[in-house]
């Protein structure tokens, strides 16, 4: 099985995140686009297919892998020579949202600090636990509030698009264990 045939099998669309800061992430996010039936279906295929393949391992003896810690990207931006930042804002980011606030190789982050002169990172947090990551955002006030508001108008345009599927549409995001992807994508990278 691949992932197009998953697609197919739930009516759903889908897409596997593997680079940015999730390239040697212990848990990589499947992105389900379609009603909420067909993501039920794709969760519960992909888990089917993981399930699957712990048991043939436990058969034979094998261990399923696992993970311990995890280290999100963090974007170390500049400061008034070590002196405490003016304001700091913690700011909530859904989890499958983190990526688009990051960029392809930080460059989003990067451009959102040398814009607005604010130290932008995310925190660290084990992937594992449930709910959205913050993005500490510190510098002068008027860097941090235009660092905000420039975050908050990205997620807002994002979620605009991801809505547009039409009545119902809905998306969701399963994190895959990174020694499980292979089994999610199928052979030879068929996506």
């Known amino acids: 099985e691949t992932i197009k045939d998953l697609a197919v099998q739930s009516g759903c669309k889908m897409n596997m995140v593997q680079d940015g800061i999730y390239a040697n992430a212990p848990e990589k996010p499947l992105r389900m686009h379609g009603l909420p039936h067909q993501i039920e279906k ?17 058969q034979r003896g094998g261990g399923g892998g696992g993970f311990n810690s995890y280290n999100s990207y963090n974007s170390h931006g500049g400061g008034a020579g070590g002196n405490p930042p003016e ?9 499958e949202y983190v990526g688009v606030v990051i960029g ?10 040398a814009d607005t002169g604010a130290a932008v990172k995310f925190n660290t947090v084990d992937p594992a636990v449930p709910g959205d990551r913050h993005l500490v955002i ?34 969701d995001v399963y994190h895959v264990p990174a020694n499980k992807c292979g089994l999610v994508i199928g052979k030879k990278g068929e996506t």
Do not use: H, W
């Not at 304001?87 to 989890?95: E, G, I, N, R, S």
């Not at 660092?147 to 807002?156: M, N, P, T």
């Open 87 to 95: 304001a700091t804002a913690q700011l909530p980011v859904p989890k």
């Open 42 to 58: 794709a969760r519960q295929l992909v888990s089917g297919i993981i399930q699957q393949q712990e048991f043939q391992n436990q």
């Open 104 to 113: 392809r190789s930080g460059d989003t982050i990067k451009r959102l600090q």
């Open 138 to 171: 510190s510098g002068s006030k008027e860097a941090v509030a235009e660092a905000e508001s420039r975050v908050k108008d990205l997620l807002a345009k994002v979620a605009m698009k991801d809505s547009k599927g039409g009545p119902n549409q809905q998306s």
